[in-house]
């Protein structure tokens, strides 16, 4: 009788095409859901890099839901004036399983190479002369001696294939992290009311170590004045790595590593808004974990519509001090609850969170540690 019962629920399962092995990977490709993995590598750099070899890996989920790019940043050796560093980028078409190398996104107008902090992000409507579906990469121009750092906007209007220079956005200083310095740092792209919106660390306000700004685009070739995000009274403060993910009522949860946070240098740190373009009067909360562990460190944030039976959803939040993740199913709320969940990423430096196609699963990418003499870059996926 339970058999009979089983077998007609196969039937059921499989007239509507469920796939009910993880084998079957096409068929699982189309239905935008994978079996968790473990550290795949994406790219293990051959021994003549320099140490760092990979960093900062960023991944970037196409709206068709079946296409992956990442990217990192890229310490090939500097052999010749015209083999100057790069950002690779590779495209995945089964969920990250397996990579391949389509491009190169080089500089085209600095001379410098592109050597920081890479972001990618997928145009959701036309901005200027950019279609909808025109891949974003916004990362620094930074010259071999550290001399400067230079914000930039690339884009790609053929899915990743060729890159062309859309604009500069900020111009700053010696590319070190020290205060006194000018650099500017980490950009983060988002969109809000018809506009690009490009967040970034900057430490050229002498009356801050350094804070976190915006600047706005209506046509991703002209940038808005320079607007404070997150700033603190005491100089020696270092609020930076700014990541913003959409919650399901309507705000906002912008994460931030804070120096000079009372808990930990580098405690994550975040804050909630319904308007993106105003975070500076926000108050900030610790990502608090209820079993007394707190994320520090190079945080990276995104939101998955699971569990199916709760609105809110749950928020993801990674930061460089453990392999685990940190997870709150109330939109985040004061107080609320932050659980930390084990996976078997290692713990890495601004290691990327990233919710995937199917409602629950979030794939963590990770270049490797800062200094770290092995450094590759490896993707995972958890399943919530
Ligand atoms: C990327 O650049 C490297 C170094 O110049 C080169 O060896 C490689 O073939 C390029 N790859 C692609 C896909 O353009
Ligand atoms: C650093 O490199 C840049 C670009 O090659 C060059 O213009 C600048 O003069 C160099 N600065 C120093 C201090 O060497
Ligand atoms: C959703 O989040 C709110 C706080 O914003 C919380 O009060 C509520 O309990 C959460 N709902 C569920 C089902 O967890």
């Given at each position: 009788m339970l058999s009979v019962l089983v077998s007609s629920l196969l039937q059921v399962a499989l007239s509507v095409g469920a796939p009910t092995s993880f084998d079957d990977l096409p068929a699982l490709a189309q239905k935008r859901v994978v079996e968790p993995y473990s550290n795949v590598v994406v790219f293990d750099p051959p021994g003549k890099y320099i140490v760092p070899r990979t960093l900062y890996a960023r991944t970037m989920a196409l709206s068709d839901q079946q296409t992956l790019y990442a990217t990192w940043e890229n310490y090939s050796?500097?052999?010749?004036?015209?083999l100057l560093v790069y950002f690779p980028i590779y495209r995945s078409t089964d969920l990250g399983l397996t990579w391949e190398h389509i491009s190169n996104c080089t500089d085209q107008v600095m001379g410098w190479g592109l050597r920081y902090q890479p972001f990618l992000y997928e145009l959701q409507e036309q901005i200027g002369d950019y279609e909808a579906g025109t891949i974003l990469l916004s990362g620094s121009a930074i010259p071999t001696n550290l001399s400067n750092t230079q914000i930039e906007m690339y884009a790609s209007r053929d899915q990743g294939l060729t890159w062309e220079f859309v604009s500069h956005i900020a111009a700053g200083g010696v590319a070190l992290p020290n205060n006194g310095e000018t650099p500017v740092w980490e950009p983060f792209i988002f969109t809000w009311q018809h506009q690009i919106v490009v967040y970034y660390s900057d430490?050229?306000?002498?009356?801050?170590g350094q804070k976190i700004v915006h600047q706005v685009s209506s046509d991703l070739v002209n940038w808005g004045d320079v607007v404070d995000d997150v700033a603190y009274d005491v100089y020696d403060d270092r609020p930076g790595m700014p990541i913003i993910a959409a919650l399901p009522n309507g705000q906002f949860i912008y994460t931030y590593e804070w120096y000079g946070a009372p808990e930990a240098s580098f405690a994550v740190y975040y804050r909630l808004s319904?308007?993106?373009?105003?975070?500076?009067?926000a108050p900030a909360y610790l990502v608090d974990g209820i079993d007394g562990t707190y994320p520090v460190g190079s945080p990276t944030v995104t939101w998955t519509p699971y569990p199916a039976d709760n609105p809110n959803g749950t928020i993801v939040v990674s930061g460089s001090n453990l392999g685990g993740v940190f997870l709150n199913t109330e939109l985040a709320a004061p107080d609320s609850k932050w659980e930390y969940r084990e996976t078997d990423s290692s713990n890495q430096y601004t290691r990327f969170v990233m919710a995937m196609p199917d409602a629950g699963q979030v794939m963590i990418a990770g270049g490797g540690v800062l200094n770290g003499e092995s450094n590759s870059v490896t993707v995972s996926v958890i399943q919530l």
């Open positions: 050796p500097e052999e010749d004036d015209d430490q050229r306000d002498p009356a801050h319904s308007d993106p373009l105003s975070w500076i009067d």
